[in-house]
């Protein structure tokens, strides 16, 4: 576990560090780069990549524990319908850019199953 956190607290370090600030608003044009993973399930209906992806593309303006920073808190979504979260991963809104064209489906409904398991 303390592993697991410790790549996932590294891969998004990098990820500021190279996009600093690339959420939106501001007319800011930084892109989110994707992160390719196989996506696995785990026991909780979630998925073991779940973090890697949130942290490699959501974590920079979501905060590690999707407690917000550049973005909103999310941590409230956990009562979410995860076809919400789906469609606004996918198509963005508001200040959010879309990652429908970065992010496979499977790898969209993985971070939208990771959202709904943050507490």
């Known amino acids: 576990m303390k592993r697991t956190f410790l790549l996932v607290l590294a891969a998004t370090m990098i990820v ?3 996009l600093s600030g690339g959420c939106g608003g501001g007319g800011d044009t930084t892109t989110t780069a ?3 993973t196989t996506v696995s399930p785990d ?3 979630g998925s073991a990549d779940g973090a890697a992806l949130f942290a490699a593309n959501c974590a920079v ?3 590690a524990e999707g407690q917000g920073g550049n973005g909103p808190d ?3 979504l956990a009562d ?3 076809d919400r ?4 991963v996918t198509n963005g809104g508001k200040s959010m850019p879309p990652f429908g064209g970065q992010l496979s489906a499977a790898e969209i409904d993985t971070v939208a199953a990771y959202v709904i398991n943050l507490q």
């Not at 979260?85 to 606004?88: A, D, E, P, R, Y």
């Open 74 to 76: 999310i941590r409230p």
């Open 85 to 88: 979260i789906v469609k606004q």
């Open 43 to 45: 026991a909780t209906g």
């Open 80 to 82: 979410a319908d995860k």
């Open 34 to 36: 994707a992160v390719e």
């Open 16 to 18: 500021a560090l190279t």
């Open 61 to 63: 303006c979501h905060g």
